[in-house]
């Protein structure tokens, strides 16, 4: 397989890894997304879009469930077929093909997942309600749901590349998980070396990219409307200590967010080819 171009390979590992797929049952992973979604649409409630904290919290929550799905798919993929790898690598199997391989196939499972999130979210989230930038709100959303689901299941393939086992994988997943959320900016207010670190995270762009969508900033707080509500306090202002400039609905905020997800994979990728030569370098 030495003299085999790297598009033949990629092509020749992909059909293995879509038939194992099919053997080991992949549809359970879009029932996961759907369970999952259903949950997160029916937790948000009528409010969403039209108070800050409910809309907050519901795209906080949508972001976290689009990035456990998108590792879930991912994160036992390599690591389980490291003695595979490992006598296919001796054979003259390229690194790069094989991450390559699994790379395309979570883009065709999370696209899958992400359509039934979307649908989902749009029975319950009322997204027709949401301010858009370049093309329509549900376009926008979805990118954001897809992109934010492929990137964490190529995140998954890093972990996945650098474990060695399957069990070492799903124990460095919780941590992978909770930095994602401690980090998105929504549950504390992030200041220096955490605020650096956050911005190589998926939580925080996703954030970033639905906050911008949605005008998030311009979206009045339970507090600001229960104080209009009292003619003697027209005019009070109350401002909301979360708003970021990152929520300003401009184009280049959007278009950031979205290439900094897809920075973040492609990083991702790259991780996953390179950790992956280093463990089979003596083959």
Same mark, same amino acid.
């Given at each position: 397989?030495?003299?085999?171009?790297?598009?033949?390979?990629?092509?020749?590992?992909? +059909?293995?890894?879509?038939?194992?797929?099919?053997?080991?049952?992949? *549809?359970?992973?879009?029932?996961?997304?759907?369970? #999952?979604? =259903?949950?997160?649409?029916?937790?948000?409630?009528?409010?969403? $879009?039209? +108070?800050?904290?409910?809309?907050?919290?519901?795209?906080?929550?949508?972001?976290?469930?689009?990035? *456990?799905?998108?590792?879930?798919?991912?994160?036992?993929?390599?690591?389980?077929?490291?003695?595979?790898?490992?006598?296919?690598?001796?054979?003259?199997?390229?690194? =790069?093909?094989?991450?390559?391989?699994?790379?395309? *196939?979570?883009?065709?499972?999370? /696209?899958?997942?992400?359509?039934?999130?979307?649908?989902?979210?749009? #029975?319950?989230?009322? $997204?027709?309600?949401?301010?858009?930038?370049?093309?329509?709100?549900?376009?926008?959303?979805?990118?954001?749901?897809?992109? /934010?689901? $492929?990137?964490?299941?190529?995140?998954?393939?890093? #972990? !996945?590349?650098? !474990?060695?086992?399957?069990?070492?994988?799903?124990?460095?997943?919780?941590?992978?998980?909770?930095?994602?959320?401690?980090?998105?900016?929504? /549950?504390?207010?992030?200041?220096?070396?955490?605020?650096? $670190?956050?911005?190589?995270?998926? =939580?925080?762009?996703?954030?970033?990219?639905?906050?911008?969508?949605?005008?998030?900033?311009?979206?009045?707080?339970?507090?600001?409307?229960?104080?209009?509500?009292?003619?003697?306090?027209?005019?009070?202002?109350?401002?909301?200590?979360?708003?970021?400039?990152?929520?300003?609905?401009?184009?280049?905020?959007?278009?950031?967010? *979205?290439?900094?997800?897809?920075?973040?994979?492609?990083?991702?990728?790259?991780?996953?080819?390179?950790?992956?030569?280093? +463990?089979?370098?003596?083959?």
């Amino acid at each position: 397989m030495n003299d085999t171009s790297f598009f033949t390979q990629t092509h020749v590992y992909f +059909k293995k890894v879509f038939r194992i797929s099919l053997r080991e049952k992949a *549809w359970k992973f879009l029932i996961f997304a759907a369970i #999952i979604a =259903s949950i997160v649409a029916l937790i948000v409630g009528p409010d969403m $879009f039209t +108070k800050f904290e409910p809309t907050n919290s519901g795209f906080f929550t949508l972001a976290s469930a689009c990035i *456990w799905i998108g590792i879930f798919n991912s994160i036992q993929s390599i690591c389980k077929e490291h003695e595979i790898v490992r006598a296919e690598y001796r054979q003259g199997m390229k690194m =790069s093909a094989y991450v390559a391989a699994h790379v395309l *196939w979570q883009a065709l499972l999370c /696209l899958a997942q992400a359509i039934i999130i979307f649908v989902l979210c749009c #029975i319950f989230m009322h $997204f027709d309600q949401s301010p858009h930038l370049l093309i329509s709100a549900y376009v926008e959303n979805f990118v954001t749901i897809y992109l /934010l689901t $492929f990137g964490a299941a190529v995140l998954g393939l890093m #972990i !996945s590349s650098i !474990s060695g086992t399957p069990t070492t994988a799903m124990t460095i997943m919780p941590f992978v998980l909770i930095v994602q959320l401690v980090l998105s900016g929504v /549950l504390f207010t992030l200041k220096g070396a955490t605020e650096g $670190f956050s911005f190589v995270t998926l =939580s925080k762009w996703g954030m970033a990219a639905f906050g911008c969508e949605a005008d998030l900033n311009a979206i009045p707080t339970g507090v600001q409307k229960s104080i209009s509500a009292i003619p003697e306090a027209k005019g009070i202002v109350i401002s909301n200590p979360l708003q970021s400039d990152f929520y300003k609905p401009q184009v280049i905020n959007l278009l950031t967010a *979205w290439g900094a997800i897809l920075g973040i994979t492609v990083f991702n990728a790259v991780v996953s080819v390179v950790a992956l030569k280093i +463990k089979n370098k003596d083959s």
